[in-house]
T-cell receptor
Framework: DGGITQSPKYLFRKEGQNVTLSCEQNLNHDAMYWYRQDPGQGLRLIYYSQIVNDFQKGDIAEGYSVSREKKESFPLTVTSAQKNPTAFYLC???????????FGQGTRLTVV | GESVGLHLPTLSVQEGDNSIINCAYSNSASDYFIWYKQESGKGPQFIIDIRSNMDKRQGQRVTVLLNKTVKHLSLQIAATQPGDSAVYFCAENKDTGFQKLVFGTGTRLLVSP
């Protein structure tokens, strides 16, 4: 059963700590993406990766970091430099240059 | 991106009614548009897409209409069901690739039995 899996579903972090969100896909997609969603706002692109060992900043990359060591995995680290980390984070994957992508179920991060 | 308020526009309908969700897009050069459905606490799901060389496209119980003259997109859902209750986003693509999609803020659809 192909799909994209994000974990954990809920995550709590103390202010000043880094935290890593997991995203795994078995769709054999080259491209993967991270979005942030805040209440009443559209999705905003954090980072994307076209291929293994390559990634590009999106519109709101400050305070985040990513890696792409495997085709299936694209973890996102929310660093202590991110001023407002509390949000719903969505990972997606697609065939590169295809305008449609598949989304994971999201991780809700709360900074306490 | 554009700053928006915390409250989404909401459309309330009765089960069985037809629903029309509207979206204004920003760039006349956009050539691809997608509608997504997002249920509470879940990721968006693709519903239907349309290219700028089309005015209308139909899917199962859904129809998307594109009016390029006024840069307006609409999603029509026939015989709306309680399971259709969700937030609906439109997105426009000005360039090749998913990373170029610009998402709207969404409309909440509430379906009453």
């Amino acid at each position: 059963d192909g799909g994209i899996t994000q974990s954990p579903k809920y995550l709590f972090r103390k202010e000043g700590q880094n935290v890593t969100l997991s995203c795994e896909q078995n769709l054999n997609h080259d491209a993967m993406y991270w979005y942030r969603q805040d209440p009443g706002q559209g999705l905003r692109l954090i980072y994307y990766s076209q291929i293994v060992n390559d990634f590009q900043k999106g519109d709101i990359a400050e305070g985040y970091s990513v890696s792409r060591e495997k085709k299936e995995s694209f973890p996102l680290t929310v660093t202590s430099a991110q001023k407002n980390p509390t949000a719903f984070y969505l990972c997606a994957s697609s065939i590169w240059a295809d305008p449609e992508a598949f989304f994971g179920q999201g991780t809700r991060l709360t900074v306490v | 991106g554009e700053s928006v308020g915390l409250h989404l526009p909401t459309l309330s309908v009765q089960e069985g009614d037809n629903s029309i969700i509207n979206c204004a897009y920003s760039n006349s050069a956009s050539d691809y548009f997608i509608w997504y459905k997002q249920e509470s606490g879940k990721g968006p799901q693709f519903i239907i897409d349309i290219r700028s060389n089309m005015d209308k496209r139909q899917g199962q119980r859904v129809t998307v209409l594109l009016n390029k003259t006024v840069k307006h997109l609409s999603l029509q859902i026939a015989a709306t069901q309680p399971g259709d209750s969700a937030v609906y986003f439109c997105a426009e693509n000005k360039d090749t690739g998913f990373q170029k999609l610009v998402f709207g803020t969404g409309t909440r659809l509430l379906v009453s039995p």
